[in-house]
């Protein structure tokens, strides 16, 4: 069965910092990975996802992931925080294969910007 | 294009009561989910159709919620009867086939307090 986890449930950076949301995933094949982004009272906005090919992605607002296959990872970087960008943060992975392919979410990363 | 629809964004009942939730899909897409958010977690599947048909129910509690997509279009979740643990966000998305390398769109959910 397939995971994902976010090992930092809150994180707070300032203004203009750059900043990091780790994501581990545990699937049995080539994952399809996306991180999306919650603001407080919105659905799910999707950042960016991972298909293949180019190991680094780019998504809207800024932001880029890199799939690091022998990590089992896939971390979202932005270089400069903007205060817009305080939301929480989730990290999914979808099944490639199977009648049911579904999407699996982490417990989300929440991001604080202070001014 | 329009998004996702959900109605009632909002909605207090006493335990053992029943609610009722309905989304509309984005046109033209033919796999429906309904997740379920709890405070501090990440979305989980609950229910995911094909059309009219469901795919994967494995995560729905059977003995209190049920889920329709009549006409393959619209979908109606409900609960009866309520418990204090169904307190979430009910969030519908949809995507033009079954996920996996398909994006979900999400509605901006259905919050449920259970008293």
């Known amino acids: 069965a397939q995971s994902v986890t976010q090992p930092d449930i809150h994180i707070t950076v300032s203004e203009g910092a750059s900043l990091e949301l780790r994501c581990n995933y545990s699937?049995?094949?080539?994952?399809?990975l996306f991180w999306y982004v919650q603001s407080p009272g919105q659905g799910l906005q999707l950042l960016l996802k991972?298909?293949?090919?180019?190991?680094l992605v780019q998504g809207i607002k800024g932001f880029e992931a890199e799939f690091k296959r022998s990590q089992s990872s896939f971390n979202l970087r932005k270089p400069s925080v903007h205060w817009s960008d305080a939301a929480e943060y989730f990290c999914?992975?979808?099944?490639?294969?199977?009648?049911?392919?579904?999407?699996?979410f982490g417990s989300g990363t929440q991001l604080t910007v202070l001014p | 294009e329009a998004g996702v629809a959900q109605s009632p964004r909002y909605k207090i009942i006493e335990k053992r009561q029943s609610v009722a939730f309905w989304c509309n899909p984005i046109?033209?897409?033919?796999?429906l989910y309904w997740y379920q958010q709890i405070l501090g977690q990440g979305p989980k599947l609950l229910i995911q159709?094909?059309?009219?048909?469901?795919?994967?129910d494995s995560q729905l509690p059977k003995d209190r919620f049920s889920a329709e997509r009549l006409k393959g279009v619209d979908s109606t979740l409900k609960i009866q009867p309520a418990k204090l643990e169904d307190s979430a966000v009910y969030l519908c998305?949809?995507?033009?086939?079954?996920?996996?390398?398909?994006?979900?769109?999400f509605g901006a959910g259905s919050r449920l307090t259970v008293l």
């Open positions: 159709f094909q059309n009219n048909g469901v795919v994967d």
């Open positions: 046109s033209g897409h033919a796999t």
């Open positions: 999914a992975v979808g099944s490639s294969s199977g009648s049911a392919r579904q999407l699996t």
């Open positions: 699937y049995g094949a080539t994952p399809y």
């Open positions: 998305a949809s995507s033009l086939a079954p996920s996996g390398a398909n994006v979900l769109t």
């Open positions: 991972y298909f293949s090919g180019d190991t």
